[in-house]
């Protein structure tokens, strides 16, 4: 939570920094919206977990309260099936990402 909001280019640059990591040999893991354009963006070459977690920030308490996030990493984390995300891998950049120009690793 800062002055600069995180935007779709931003989540492209992670997801290559990552994997550029994944393949020196390094393990990953990292949580991220558990959203259709982030699992898409991990579609090939990366486990994905749905897992529980709560909402803690919301001027409005009765807004907060349980959802959801992605865990994605390059190993097996030994969570249960039930966890495992195989869900859909629709194309295309998600509502509310702000597009912004790229710069590469």
Do not use: M
């Amino acid at each position: 939570y800062n002055d600069r909001l995180f935007q779709w280019a931003d989540q492209e640059h992670l997801c290559l920094a990552l994997t550029a990591a994944s393949e020196r040999g390094a393990k990953v893991i990292v949580s991220n919206a558990n959203h259709d354009s982030i699992r898409h963006l991990y579609s090939v070459g990366w486990r994905r977990y749905v897992v529980p977690r709560s909402t803690v920030i919301s001027a409005d308490s009765e807004r907060r309260g349980g959802t959801t996030e992605l865990l994605i990493s390059n190993f097996d984390l030994g969570l249960p099936d039930t966890f495992r995300d195989n869900g859909a891998h629709p194309p295309g950049r998600p509502n509310g990402f702000i597009s912004a120009p790229h710069q590469a690793i």
